[in-house]
């Protein structure tokens, strides 16, 4: 009986509490205009206007963690990893952000919830993804990146040092301490919390999943969809998509890399507006954006083991700075996360790191559902917030949230983290994580 309620108030747009007071989501976001496309509001965002407003933004101050590792001369860039401090004159919480894939910590997304928190009288921390070039290269103790397990452990110990760092430097935490991110993000905070229940270093005391996926894969292989019917299979699928519909993007010099990143941006505004996209159009910019970061990881990991790359881009077993990487980039986005992951990044793991380690548990932890029992342990200290029609989600994902997490608000419109911008929504993470 009880499932049958929860699937009729998902139908009617209402979200459940299970700890907390009732929330109407019929009442959030009333003015936003991409509800019924999830891919543009996942592409798009929120309007402007529809923005938190804040008394006082202001932008981090800067810390920077020196690498111990030895960096190939063409991957010196990233050489540092850095992430952002915005401190309160007095003695306040502490909200710790995780930025979502491929985001840093001064990503537009990740700047905006910092000051959302700051300026609801938070101290804040905000760290760059585990996907980004800047861990991959200076913080990943494994050539080939993206094993969430691991480096999840290795990003708890950033933090730890860093609020350390930050007392030592005059931060005042009154003891309240909360982990939360967007989309990876928030898949990497409860792990972390989930890391900090073990080893009580921290002491945080809620997190915060925003958008969050519940398998790591699943959600990948729903990206990589949108290429594949968009007939990208390879990289001479990609070249000739960029060929037909593209080239104007390419050839337009008033448009730039920066444009692209579409979650830190007002699109009205923007030279891309005037391409008027279509739906297929930004399925496929979605597609490549993550396909982008996983290409990354191939690249990274390809130059990092030299002699003993598995060779999936090329015959070169090593670098110099100015080397065309014109054929490793198309290569590198012929490779899918989840091929990335099954075929590279698993017997890499196996080979160097953990013997013992089967593909079926490598695969789980890739799961939410592979922590259950600390959910169940912690359900009413994990604040779930996500739209039902966010793209990375599944109907089995989404029947497992409803079924899983008791402190959680499901909007039925937004899109992947399109909505987390709205003034609503912003105010909501805040005072959902306050609740009692």
Do not use: C
Not at 354 to 367: E, H, K, N, R, S
Not at 390 to 398: A, G, H, M, N, R
């Amino acid at each position: 009986m009880i499932k049958k309620i929860l699937l009729m108030m998902i139908v009617l747009g209402m979200s459940v509490i299970g700890f907390a007071d009732e929330v109407d989501v019929s009442q959030i976001a009333v003015d936003y205009p991409y509800k019924e496309n999830a891919i543009r509001a996942t592409v798009l965002g929120t309007p402007k206007d529809q923005w938190y407003t804040f008394s006082h933004a202001k932008g981090p101050k800067v810390r920077t963690i020196k690498t111990t590792k030895k960096i190939p001369e063409i991957l010196r860039q990233w050489s540092d990893f850095k992430y952002g401090v915005w401190k309160q004159k007095e003695e306040a919480p502490l909200m710790i952000v995780i930025s979502g894939t491929g985001s840093v910590y001064n990503s537009g997304l990740s700047m905006y919830m910092a000051n959302v928190f700051y300026d609801r009288g938070y101290n804040v921390i905000a760290f760059s993804s585990v996907t980004t070039m800047p861990f991959i290269v200076s913080q990943s103790k494994n050539n080939y990146a993206g094993y969430i397990k691991s480096e999840s452990e290795q990003m708890y110990d950033i933090i730890r040092k860093a609020i350390a760092d930050e007392k030592k430097d005059g931060m005042k935490i009154n003891g309240n301490i909360y982990v939360g991110g967007y989309s990876l993000g928030g898949f990497q905070s409860l792990l972390i919390q989930k890391e900090d229940e073990q080893k009580h270093q921290i002491g945080i005391k809620k997190s915060l999943l925003l958008n969050t996926p519940i398998s790591i894969l699943t959600a990948t292989k729903k990206l990589d969809g949108y290429l594949v019917k968009n007939g990208i299979f390879d990289a001479k699928g990609l070249e000739k998509f960029l060929d037909t519909h593209f080239s104007n993007i390419i050839n337009d010099e008033s448009i730039t890399s920066k444009d692209l990143n579409f979650s830190d941006m007002d699109i009205s505004t923007s030279p891309l507006n005037k391409l008027k996209l279509g739906d297929k159009d930004l399925e496929v910019l979605t597609g490549l954006l993550f396909r982008f970061y996983s290409a990354n990881m191939t690249f990274a990991g390809e130059v990092f083991s030299g002699q003993k790359a598995v060779g999936r881009l090329s015959d070169k077993k090593s670098y110099k700075r100015f080397d065309s990487l014109t054929k490793e980039f198309t290569e590198g986005m012929s490779v899918s996360f989840n091929e990335y992951a099954k075929e590279i990044l698993y017997p890499y793991l196996k080979a160097n790191k953990y013997p013992d380690l089967t593909l079926d548990q490598f695969i789980a932890d890739f799961d939410l559902r592979s922590s259950q029992d600390f959910i169940d342990r912690n359900n009413k200290n994990i604040v779930f917030i996500s739209s039902t029609n966010d793209i990375l989600l599944s109907d089995k994902d989404l029947e497992y949230i409803n079924q899983t997490f008791k402190n959680k608000v499901m909007i039925p419109f937004g899109g992947h983290t399109g909505l987390l911008w709205h003034k609503d929504v912003a105010k909501l993470m805040v005072d959902k994580l306050e609740e009692n």
